[in-house]
């Protein structure tokens, strides 16, 4: 296995990457996640690409070292608006830093990763507004209307859909990423209901930490956990931890605050209500689009103290009826009334693609023509143990009786272990797990090898609807690398979450050695070719999903990316109606314009 060099890796990750102070002190304008965390990271995708071209001698070739933020902030251009052009009671809230700039822009889609790597900085937020409490947000907000500046909320930017870039043209006077970092306090705890009040600005680790003095937590653990916040979760109908049950953030929220153009709303908290059409259920998901999500109140439960876990194959004649063997397991799984904290089935190829050095070469080979369901439950206290190992015996008994599934490590709750014990922290599921959560990480190191794509795309549907569906997928795919990058690639599907009545399919494409021809563009030399290649490739798959069934998106939101599938899978009238909610909310325009909703052309003001 190549060796990454110290250089390589260095130019990768390292300090004028990032800003030495403020809220984002440590972490990457150009990628995902920290420093620290992709100087970790990075060398596992570089050495997994080498070993795919161990016959090419200048394996390091080819790596593209993104700027410095000095020397990107060189390249940009002047704000359209300036600090000075506001109200001196609120001046101190903004920020114009060639750091701030950069880092709030984009998301952190592979897409984005190219065009930051390869210094193309063509829309650009203006100023960085953190407000502090809600009377500063109510000021930016009317001074943006009354100035018609675009404004784009902005919770951990960890968007893979457009969800934080500002417009394109000419119809604001400029765009504001207002950044709730600041605003992060645990308000109020009702341990009573086992309720918490929390402002939108939280980070996930944060929020745990504040949770854990009273014994419990939100138990909600999406793939950004580490770099995303209660609000932007909410706005985005983001989904968590558990594979069953409680699997979405709708679930989680009792009560939320809204800041818009128009004024301040709050709903009531409630467990439930049959009055009228939800009002904090319009909220989910509203990305931007009536407000800014400053609180919350969520429901909680306690710490987990009990878990068992199992890990099990499923072998067929190829890696898709692998695939399509497990699926008929857990969709038993699922409508025999059991909820496993963890059910996720991963195609092997996936899981040998992270297994750790400790794997076998036999143990590789036997996981990668398999499809692997990780299984996992857990309690709030040892008395639950018998219930849980109960639960898991007959998953189990599912699993392997009726689907001739093999169990290759299994941990029960009472301390007994069949086969060998192993954890969903430990063996073949932690591996995974661990590199599940590094996943950002991974994209991005990819978004800098030249002759590389990685990315992804989720959806959901019917279980009657998926083999089909997963058939079409990896059929118009597969067509798509293949006519795009001119070499094959590989396609890997897993189950986030699942339900009685379907699947939530995730899918990695990676490819690596797209031709040189591919990737120079003569026409636009200054555009990495592998943009235009991933948007044919997930326009193909997005295309075969829709009129497969499935949706849009299960939980990555709509954004700018996802809009024309969301459009095509919503109802006839349902656009119109959305628009003209937005318009009581926010009648200039100016929130998130262009995200979920198109953009609604204005007339430009003057300062």
């Not at 704000?79 to 830093?97: A, G, N, T």
Request: hydrophobic share 40%; net charge negative.
């Amino acid at each position: 296995m190549m060796q990454v060099s110290q250089e390589i890796l260095d130019a990768l990750a390292n300090g004028t990457h990032s800003a030495t102070s403020g809220p984002h002190a440590g972490k990457l304008w150009w990628g995902w996640g920290s420093v620290d965390g992709m100087r970790e990271h990075a060398p596992r995708i570089l050495e997994a690409r080498a070993a795919a071209h161990s016959d090419d001698k200048h394996a390091e070739d080819g790596v593209i070292a993104p700027l410095g933020v000095h020397q990107a902030g060189t390249m940009l251009r002047e704000p359209r608006i300036k600090i000075i052009d506001f109200d001196s009671s609120i001046r101190h809230l903004f920020k114009d830093s060639a750091f701030e700039r950069l880092f709030h822009s984009r998301g952190r889609d592979f897409i984005d990763i190219v065009r930051n790597a390869r210094g193309l900085f063509e829309n650009l937020i203006d100023l960085v507004a953190y407000p502090t409490s809600e009377a500063d947000v109510t000021a930016v907000l009317q001074a943006c209307a009354d100035r018609h500046i675009a404004v784009m909320p902005f919770g951990g930017g960890s968007s893979v859909v457009g969800g934080v870039e500002p417009p394109h043209g000419a119809n604001y006077t400029g765009a504001i990423s207002l950044d709730m970092a600041l605003m992060k306090t645990l308000l109020e705890v009702d341990e009573v209901s086992m309720c918490c009040h929390v402002q939108g600005g939280i980070y996930g680790p944060e929020l745990e930490k504040v949770l854990k003095p009273y014994g419990l937590t939100l138990r909600y653990y999406p793939q950004s956990f580490e770099f995303s916040t209660v609000g932007g979760w909410i706005a985005t109908r983001g989904g968590g931890h558990f594979a069953t049950g409680p699997t979405h953030i709708d679930d989680l929220v009792e009560s939320v605050t809204v800041v818009s153009p128009m004024g301040t709303t709050t709903t009531r908290r409630l467990p439930a209500s049959g009055a009228g059409p939800s009002e904090p259920r319009m909220y989910l998901g509203s990305e931007g689009q009536l407000g800014v999500i400053t609180s919350a109140w969520l429901r909680l439960r306690r710490r987990p103290r009990a878990r068992a876990s199992a890990t099990v194959l499923f072998i067929g004649e190829h890696p898709e009826e692998s695939f399509l063997l497990g699926a008929a397991a857990v969709r038993e799984v699922v409508q025999c009334g059991v909820q496993p904290a963890n059910c996720r089935l991963v195609d092997g190829v996936e899981v040998a693609r992270v297994l750790g050095a400790h794997a076998t070469t036999l143990q590789r080979e036997q996981v990668s023509s398999a499809a692997v369901l990780l299984l996992g439950f857990e309690a709030e206290n040892e008395t639950s143990n018998d219930v849980l190992d109960a639960q898991l015996a007959l998953v189990l008994r599912i699993c392997v009786h009726g689907h001739s599934g093999l169990v290759i490590a299994e941990t029960r709750a009472a301390g007994t272990t069949g086969g060998p014990p192993s954890g969903e922290r430990t063996g073949v599921a932690g591996s995974w797990g661990t590199g599940f959560m590094a996943g950002g990480y991974y994209s991005s190191a990819g978004a800098l090898l030249s002759d590389t794509i990685v990315n992804t795309f989720e959806t959901a549907c019917t279980w009657a609807a998926f083999p089909a569906l997963h058939r079409a997928v990896l059929a118009a795919t597969h067509r798509a690398i293949q006519e795009q990058c001119g070499v094959d690639g590989t396609v890997t599907c897993r189950f986030t979450h699942v339900y009685p009545d379907g699947p939530a399919p995730y899918y990695t494409v990676v490819v690596h050695g797209i031709r040189a021809a591919a990737v120079q563009d003569k026409n636009a030399p200054t555009i990495d070719a592998r943009i235009p290649q991933w948007q044919h490739i997930k326009k193909a798959a997005m295309d075969a999903i829709i009129c497969s069934g499935g949706t849009s998106t299960h939980h990555h939101a709509v954004g700018r990316l996802h809009r024309p599938h969301f459009e095509a899978e919503r109802g006839a009238i349902f656009g119109d109606a959305l628009a003209a909610l937005k318009h009581t909310y926010d009648p200039n325009g100016i929130m998130a314009p262009g995200v979920l909703l198109p953009e609604r052309p204005g007339t430009t003001a003057k300062l």
